[in-house]
């Protein structure tokens, strides 16, 4: 499975926005579930979200739950986390992975990761 491309991390203080997006540009996601995941220093890498074919089917670690938003555009390949209320607890290097076809959280089922997206929050 080639990896996705992700791409929109930054710096930005507790309290702000980021919107992450991630890019299958080799392959359709159109039968494939969208995950995001993230990999804090000295931790073990973690589901965030993850999104199943359909776009009504979206779920969240409770960590995140209120605060982040998966979305999809199958016609253009893309995936996206919307994050709002950032905590210093959500740094780390965020990765966008496509499960199969259902959602699965677990990073250990991923066969093929990209370079990830560095989200730092701190003041």
């Known amino acids: 499975q080639v990896p996705l491309v992700e791409s929109g991390g930054g710096l930005v203080q507790p309290g702000g926005s980021l919107r992450l997006s991630c890019v299958a540009s080799?392959?359709?996601?159109?039968?494939?579930?969208v995950g995001w995941f993230r990999q804090a220093p000295g931790k073990e890498r973690e589901g965030v979200s993850c999104?199943?074919?359909?776009?009504?089917?979206?779920v969240y670690v409770d960590v995140v739950k209120g605060r982040f938003t998966i979305s999809r555009d199958n016609a253009k390949k893309m995936v996206y986390l919307q994050m709002n209320n950032l905590k210093p607890e959500d740094s780390g290097v965020y990765y966008c992975?496509?499960?199969?076809?259902?959602?699965?959280?677990?990073?250990?089922?991923?066969?093929?990761w990209g370079q990830g997206t560095q989200v730092t929050v701190s003041s």
């Open positions: 992975a496509t499960p199969g076809p259902l959602c699965d959280l677990r990073a250990e089922v991923i066969d093929s």
């Open positions: 080799q392959f359709t996601l159109n039968y494939m579930a």
């Open positions: 999104m199943g074919t359909s776009e009504t089917s979206a």
